[in-house]
């Protein structure tokens, strides 16, 4: 019989990853599904907090480096994806830890959204006029097509603001009105274990994260990716898109990196916000250690 999955949620740099790798670590039938629309791309390792080779060597992971970074990627996509490696685990027997921030792709998996159709043209046209006036203009036209889409995503989302407004032109419908809509949170088999740090705590987590990840080698990693070139989407992730500014000579580095950890702490507020709504995560307070923790709640779950 086919057993649900496990979600491991939270905010970014709360240990999600860590937890999940510690709970199917020595066992041989768990693996890990990364819910991380950013994860999907080669060679964006680093900004992402992509496993390590080894990691992945230790623990089967799936829905990573699924396309390259001059690709777009869309949730429908995603979810595509998710079914094939799900139905793959499954057949096996074994069990799948869903683990990443993402929000709507998590939710799009486990509640199986009715994700609407996709209109390229369309979105090629908001995307040129975006560029051409600003998101903000945008957000406004949103607004008064779908007040409750525009509420749901900051003005100067470019990437969001064009789907939702794509949607709304293209199939007639409010772009909010898929699916049961994500203010409702229908019973659902999948376990979700949710990492909860005081927000201090988590801040200054933040910071150390991004100081190690330019210690790894990011600036190295997003020169090389901007050479290449990168998709509309891709080029949105946090940290390259500051790097990539400052590559084009557009600001500092110091002004690049306090702004990715500006924007990191920000994206991590929406996290917990996002999360925080669905009545079904079981929230596990983290003071000091999230694998110490948190892993007894995960395992109790895997072997329920």
Same mark, same amino acid.
């Given at each position: &019989?086919?057993?649900?999955?496990i979600? =491991? /949620?939270?905010?970014?740099?709360?240990?999600?990853?860590?937890?999940a790798?510690?709970?199917?670590?020595?066992?041989?039938? =768990?693996?890990?599904?990364s819910?991380?629309?950013m994860?999907?791309?080669?060679?964006?390792?680093?900004?992402?907090?992509?496993?390590?080779?080894?990691?992945r060597?230790?623990?089967?992971?799936?829905? !990573?480096?699924? /396309?390259?970074?001059?690709? #777009?990627?869309?949730?429908?996509?995603?979810?595509?994806?998710?079914?094939?490696?799900?139905?793959?685990?499954?057949?096996?027997? *074994?069990?799948?830890?869903?683990?990443?921030?993402?929000?709507?792709? *998590?939710?799009?998996?486990?509640?199986?959204?009715?994700?609407?159709?996709?209109?390229?043209?369309?979105?090629?046209?908001?995307?040129?006029e975006?560029?051409? =006036?600003?998101?903000?203009?945008?957000?406004?036209?949103?607004?008064?097509?779908?007040?409750?889409?525009?509420?749901? &995503?900051?003005?100067?989302?470019?990437?969001?603001? /064009?789907?939702?407004?794509?949607?709304c032109e293209?199939?007639?419908?409010?772009?909010?009105?898929?699916g049961?809509?994500?203010?409702?949170?229908?019973?659902?088999? =999948?376990?979700?274990?949710?990492?909860?740090?005081?927000?201090?705590?988590?801040?200054?987590?933040?910071?150390?994260?991004?100081?190690? &990840? &330019?210690?790894?080698? !990011?600036?190295d990693?997003?020169r090389?990716?901007?050479?290449?070139?990168?998709?509309?989407?891709?080029?949105?992730?946090?940290?390259?898109k500051?790097?990539?500014?400052?590559?084009?000579?557009?600001?500092?580095?110091?002004?690049?990196?306090a #702004?990715?950890?500006?924007?990191?702490?920000?994206?991590?507020v929406?996290?917990?916000r996002?999360?925080?709504?669905?009545?079904?995560?079981?929230w596990?307070?983290?003071? *000091?250690?999230?694998?110490?923790?948190? !892993?007894?709640?995960?395992?109790?779950?895997?072997?329920?």
């Open positions: &019989m086919t057993r649900a999955p979600a =491991v /949620v939270g905010p970014t740099a709360s240990g999600k990853s860590s937890v790798l510690a709970a199917a670590a020595g066992r041989d039938d =768990v693996e890990l599904i819910v991380d629309s994860q999907v791309y080669r060679g964006m390792d680093i900004g992402t907090a992509k496993p390590t080779r080894a990691e060597d230790r623990v089967r992971h799936h829905l !990573l480096d699924l /396309v390259d970074p001059t690709d #777009e990627f869309s949730v429908t996509e995603f979810q595509r994806a998710y079914r094939a490696a799900f139905a793959d685990i499954a057949e096996r027997g *074994h069990r799948a830890i869903l683990v990443g921030g993402t929000g709507l792709y *998590h939710r799009a998996v486990i509640d199986d959204l009715d994700v609407p159709g996709e209109w390229p043209d369309l979105r090629r046209r908001l995307s040129d975006a560029d051409t =006036v600003g998101p903000e203009r945008l957000h406004e036209r949103l607004a008064l097509l779908d007040p409750v889409a525009a509420e749901r &995503m900051e003005a100067t989302n470019t990437r969001r603001i /064009v789907r939702a407004l794509e949607v293209g199939s007639g419908r409010p772009f909010s009105s898929f049961p809509g994500l203010d409702a949170y229908p019973p659902s088999t =999948v376990r979700q274990i949710g990492l909860r740090w005081d927000r201090a705590v988590l801040t200054e987590r933040i910071g150390q994260r991004v100081r190690q &990840m &330019m210690d790894a080698g !990011l600036l990693e997003a090389v990716l901007a050479d290449a070139g990168l998709s509309k989407t891709a080029a949105q992730a946090l940290g390259y500051e790097l990539l500014a400052h590559l084009a000579g557009e600001t500092s580095l110091d002004a690049a990196v #702004e990715i950890v500006l924007r990191t702490r920000r994206f991590a929406r996290q917990l996002w999360f925080g709504r669905d009545p079904r995560v079981r596990v307070d983290i003071e *000091h250690d999230p694998v110490a923790e948190a !892993l007894p709640v995960v395992r109790e779950a895997l072997d329920a």
